[in-house]
């Protein structure tokens, strides 16, 4: 490198100005020189100059009219003399200089190249010199000193320096020299020779850095220098850093991959770098590299679960291929999950290898991932082997081990060159197989066989893992169970599995013409050359009955092989090749020290079929005589040889011997069990019988029900003590202490666990089997043996739900009774740590199989627990499996979710499992929940209970409860089975047709299993639909029986496609086992299924449900179950509470619906009622009967759209994600029918109050007609009269006045004849009527009603009804007893619905209105009613008649009463009489011309304003007061009926009064009504509340009328304007006319008023608002002082609060046909009606024909026993209570088998039972002796749990 130095030797030159004359150069060149003279004033100026120059010989001149000149041709380096000769005007004035022309220097002077001793320097011509002229001179120096100087032509540009010294700066120059050795200045040249390398580059190389160290190649130390290191690999990645020292360590580089590193010495003063010290290198391999590459690296410490690998995640794409490095270990887990056999063969392709793919390019190579875009699947095993626990780890090798891969043995670390022995790992692989010594079946860890073991040395021509494949391979069935360089992937480079030693087996089926080897053989295959791997080697060597050894080229190898000690046979396996001869390999041979069992050498004549033939024969001769070993005995030598054995650590060895402690001694399996685990024996089966015959009943036989039930508890208690007598045995002691430790040591004990029980019940069985085949060949001979083997053998099965079921049983007696708090304490924490298990992926025994129970304490803490446990994240869906036993149904489960189900044949699932999947993250927003449950439930028709009475039912049960638990339910069929599948459908369906009925609509996937054709699907099409065909039959029969006969087709229950939900899977395995593979198909297949009830879940708009509500699904589920009508017996919380969220909801819908329609009819009535004084004063007024039909039009466009609002309302809420609303769907109906029933009452209701306003009217029109025509008579003459007395010549005075008034008065009141309004005959007419509605009721009737001549005296005195005859055959079939009781009931009866006419006629006469003949057609509607309600009584014509006569008798005299009283109130005569004094005062006050304003303001509001204001006020009161009541706390009370129900008898418990509780029972409706009035008023009278909502409606019509007062002044004013009359009536009118829709003007009060008015109606206006004023604050102060609550309640005209909210606690007034007990069904038009909770019989007047003592059974528990009944309804026949259903259709009693659920009905009951005897006249019930033991706190609980209203509880 180099630098030039500046010099001024270039031309041309600029020169300074001259000084010498006044000649200026302005160029300077070898050959020319350019000049100017003159002055810069006067160059411009045009003058003659002679120019002379000459050089030292020849002068020359030049003539010009310029002032400048160039001089050419002239010579280099030569001096001139120039004359400037200025001629003007003959002048000549002249100036000289001289100037010598230059020699150019070369140009571009520079360094070009060079190395350490050698430069290059470069130069170019020097400008406008001749090259003849001239030469070069270069001159180098060093630290100023020339050390060479060399001249060289003109035509050379360079120059080349040598023999200079590295890392040394120079100087150059170089001059032209002319001939005359005249030379140019030099151009100067500073430049440095390169350093040297560095030198004796070594390195030392790890997988991702290295150390790179050099020798310094400058010895100077002046030399100030530094290093430069580059590194790249193969994809062009540079790296580069500086460093003063002699070594350098380079980090992150890639493993695996060879990289080029350059060092170069680099120059500080310069930057002059040497040249490269180069070298290349491959980083190596480790462990970590190849997990980096696959995204594993954090999982080589933080150890991938199980339960993490099994978490459902969202599928990719990826099926067999994957676009990403970091997918591939996941791709492979979830197939090998799936137990997937194409699991060795995914893909890696990345998106550009595609695109190649695509251009039809193929490349092939060899060496790194990256460049193969692939992965060796043995390095992909081996990295996940190391990144998993060792449970993940044994899931992996069972996996493996079922798609028949080989399986890791010993197991490389290639960073530690170290092996571990995976004995952990291949513990759990249990392998059956059938050899000469019969049928065998174990862990294949525990197993001893022959082990033959295949190794390589060197290179081989064979495949050694392809011929072994081929040789445990027949021709029917191939299988590639060892990878090899064919498959794919297999010819990837390894990079972490070399070492790898695999294993797999050989197991005999005992098929002569399949089998191979006749013995099972462990075969064991070494990956990797064993020259590397000796440690692996001379395990095998110790462990092998025989090696084989493949080895091609002996002589390379002799010293290795002669320093082999191998203690096995040695097999030696060899290739005769081109370079190879049989001889040559024979005498190599020779010369090794090998001793040989036998050499096989394969020549290109052997084929491979007969090469494995021939491997065939040596394998089976050595088998025959060979040494066995287990994997567990090569554990106890592994270690001496420096192996890991995976299992030696603390944990998990201490783990161990916790289980051996409990499993060493057991022998015995059945007696273990009686002796460790009692709670789970007799006791618990019993227990589980009693709770079934608690529900059922079916032996109670005549004993009296609820005896029969206190008696069952109490053996229920007994047995509950004798369990309590068990201690907790050693046994289970240990079991808790081992599940009480850390995590990873519970998971360890857990496994150890069911490994040594698995193997006991394999060892026990198989002898108890083997019995059994003896003595089955003779079974007549014991008969009795028979059975007890078969017995021994059904309770031989031992496993760890054992123990858990045992701590479950420990738990709920726990629970039941006391015990010790150190036993409690110990027992407190199990549900905890089973909640932990399951969260772990251990399952949890739901369904007791040996029992067919639950331990509902038990589960529900768990769940309660687990709850805890995942909340906020505890959303979950339900999937179970139902079908045939050994359908496969647990291998189905297992397939699709890789869980670990547990599969044996001959030991299927009892009961139900349930397991627990976490869902990932990202994908539980798709499926809206964070677990799965999966439920694995028994088979159904098991030959185990075939031969039982009850099996059917057993599976009834199961089905039932998990449909019911399910939110998918998979019926797994086996096709080959027609006759089971029938069987199991019709249970199936049974199931189905019950959820729907209560509420639970599941979803259903039929898979039939073991479909093998290829077109199955579309071959099936037909079958699906005749499988449809059947199911539809079987819903038929299923409806039948559960007596619902409106579902006659499958879809009626469900939703079901044939397309959709049918799938078809072929068989498990492909071939023959035991050596049969997983076929492929049947994965892939379940795997498709597993994507559609994933997509089943997405879809679905059904929430997910919480732990708590799970828990609450299986206590009432299982509760229902235990009942045989299943559907009358559900009762679940969460139902329920759907329910009664509904409830609530819909009442207040139904209320603001109610709420906006009596709105609309108050203001339409009021309407109605200012019409007839509109009518008065205008002719323009609309007719009345034009306004009822608008109205009554209005009014239906009303209720359409307060229907479509209502209806929009329901839809609503059942389309939206309410919590469990799915659940109430078939409730739906039920309430659209209730909001349509509103709209027809409130029609119907609307209208009839619509045509009764109108009916009024239309007779005060009349009236008003008549006194107003008087009142502008009598106007008229009065202003005639003023006029009169004004024209008078002296003013009149006051009593001259009077007297004029007076004359005027009389004299036109004698002009009117005066006549009265028509008086009706009420009586006449209510008699008419009344006969035209008893018309149709009999002979007897029509001549009571004949005899009753004098109907002016009915109803008078006391009512006495009628003795029935004993003609009917009711009192024929009654002794005189029960006569005598009847005849008192019918007394009662129809007092209480005279008591209720009363009532209603008081209601009715209570208004000024007129009667109307309407009231008596509602009269007598209201007495009909009345007496339906009491139908169950079957009161006779007669009697109904004289209830009739007596009530219709005391009507007509009040109902005429009213009318002569609305006669003599609307007399005209005295209505104008009335109003004298102030028809006399207005008249003085227009004589005297008085301001009439304030005075006609004051009476105007005083006598019109007031009252309306008043009525305003009160019409509008009861909406608000129902309003107040509905809301807070207390609107809790009236919300529901269940609701209500428990707030009344809550009341009922905490009075404690008898009288009260009657009257509740007795009088239900009264009692209800006053109850409700006594809460109105109570909350009313506390705190002004009542005041409050007065002052409130007191301020609305007060604004609006001052607004209506305003709007009238501004008409007025218009009205002056126009010139109209503008008069104080009209301007009152158009006040009144505003408020036509909110006041009720008294039309004849205002006319007379303001009859003679004169006021200004601006003054008038003023006046009248401050009047209002005065109003308010004058009814303000009334309505403070008059507080009285009740009687304000009981003077409100309309909208009466309390039957309002009556209305909506009552609702459709049935009674419980038994019992009595109300129905609390929401809305009124429901199809079912039910009761929360039912009363004894006793209570409801029941009592047995012969001993007359009050029946105490209760309803809810007749309907599930075997006891009969018999009514009128029945004909006086005898039928089962359970078939209730058929006299009572439209009620819904649920079977109640608790003894807490009607404590409190029974609390009363026992508490009352002689107060009852004593009302009913009858004798005192036998009352069980346990009803007295409880508690009035027990009955508040029995309410609070029966109305599920707990959370409610501190609300009352």
Known sequence: MARPVDRNTRGPVQTEEETEGQIRFTEIWPDSVRFEWGTPDNVNVQQKYQVKWNNEEIMFSKTIYANHFEIKNLSPGTSYTITIVAIEDNCKTSFSASVCTAITAPENFEYVSGDTTVARLRWSQPQKLDPSLYKFQVINYKNGEETESVTMKSNSKEITLADLQPATEYKATINTVLDDEKKSEPAVLIYHTKPAPPANLQTRIGATSIYLKWMDPISDVNIQHKFRVIWSDETNTVGTLYTNEREAKIFSLKPGTEHSFSVYTVLESSGIESIPATIKQRTNINMESVLMELGLQHHLKEKLTLQYVLKLMKQS?????????????WLFLRKLMMVNSSARSIQFSSKCNSEKKGLNITETTSGVYNSQEGINILDLITALFHCSDPFLQQEMAVKMSMCQFSVPLLMPNCDTNECSLMLWALRDITKQFRSQNGLEENSIALTDLPLISF???????????????KLLSNNQQYHDTFMHKKLANGNIQRKISNGLV???????????????????????????????FEVQFAFLSQMSSTIFLFCDDLDSNKTFLNSLQIRSKLVLICTINERTSRDSLKQSLAQTKLKTHSVILKDRNMNDAEFVVKLQKVVGEILQNSTKVSIEKMSMIAPDLGICVDENNTTCQNAKEKADLITKDITNIPEFKRRELPLQGKPWKELSKLEKEMCRLKKAGKQNIEHYKSELQIQIQNLRTDQRKNSMGEAISLFISGLCCSKNEQQYFLKWMKINLDSLTRKHLSKLEEQYRKANKNPTEDKEGLTDLENQIASSSLGVQHFLRELSQLYESASVHSRSSLYKKQLKSLPQTCAKLLLNGFPLELVDGDASNIPLRWIRNVMMELNNLTKPHNRIRVVTVLGVQSTGKSTLLNTMFGIQLAVSSGRCTRGAFMLLIDVSEEYKTELCCDYLIVIDTEGLKSPELAKLADSYEHDNELATLVVGLSDITIVNIAMENATEMKDTLQIVVHAFLRMKEVGKRPCCHFVHQNTADVAVREKTLRERKLFLQQLDAMTQAAAKMEKKGNNKKFTDILEYDIEKNNWYIPGLWLGTPPMAPVNMGYSDEVNNFKDGILRVFKATKVPAQEFVKFEEWIQ???????????????????????????????NTWEWTFKKHMIAWSTRSETKIANMSAMSVKSVDALNIDGMLADLKNEAANELDKEEKVLFGKIQQYFESEEEHVYLIENHKEDFFNCARGLRRETEQDLRNKLDNAVLIQKGIAEVLHIKQKQRDTLRKKVLNMID?????????????????????????VRQYSFKALPRQDVEKETYQLLRKNLEMKG??????????????????????????????????????EQRNRRNKLIQLICEKIINNSKAFIAFKTNTKSDYNSADIHELLCFIDKNLEFYDNIQISPENEASVKIYICGDAARAFQQMHDNYIQSNDPWKSLERYKQEWFADFKDLYYQRDQCQNKADICVKQCLTPAVKEYIQKRLGPDIVDEMLSGE?????????????????????????????????????????WISEKIIDHFSKGGDFLKLEMKHLKIITNKLKEAVEGAQRVANNWKGNGEDANTCNFVNNVFERLNKELVIPNDVLNATLALNNSNPAEFADCLKSSIDKMFFSLADELWRHMDVRAKLASLPLNLPQAELFSRVFGCGKRCPFCSAPCEAGGKRHMEHFASVHRPQGIGRYRWIESEMLIPDICSSLVASEQKFRCKDTGYQFYPFKEYRKFYPDWKIQSDASIEATDFWKYIFARYNTKFAEKYNAKPANVPVSWHKISASQAKRSLEETFELRSHSKHY
Request: with cysteine.
């Open 455 to 469: 190794v390589r040395l060197g290179k081989s021509n064979l495949s050694k893992s392809e011929f072994l494949n």
């Open 502 to 532: 695999e294993i797999s087996w050989y197991l005999p089926s005992g098929k002569r013409n399949i089998d191979i080897f006749k013995e099972p053989v462990a075969v064991a295959n070494l990956r990797g050359d064993i020259s590397a």
């Open 1339 to 1376: 002979e007897a009737v029509r001549e009571m009603l004949s005899s009753s001549i004098y109907f002016d005296q009915c109803g008078r005195g006391p009512f006495l009804a009628k003795a029935e005859t004993k003609n009917s055959l009711l009192q024929k079939l009654c002794l005189p």
């Open 317 to 329: 794409d990826e099926q067999t291929t994957s676009h990403s490095f970091r997918s591939l270990p």
């Open 1116 to 1146: 009432s589920l299982w509760k229902a179950v235990k009942f045989e009508n299943f559907i009358f017996s559900f009762r679940n919380s969460l139902v329920a509470e759907a329910y009664s969220r509904l409830c609530v909801e819909f």
């Open 1284 to 1308: 009169v007395c004004r024209n008078k010549t002296h003013k009149l005075t006051e009593s001259e006045l009077n007297e004029e008034f007076e004359k005027l008065w009389d004299e036109t």
């Open 1530 to 1570: 207390r609107g809790i009370s009236f919300s529901t009926r269940s609701f209500f129900q428990f707030s009344l008898l809550k009341e009922l418990l905490r009075e404690d009064d008898f009288r009260y509780i009657f009257e509740y029972i007795d009088n239900y409706e009264e009692f209800v009504t006053l």
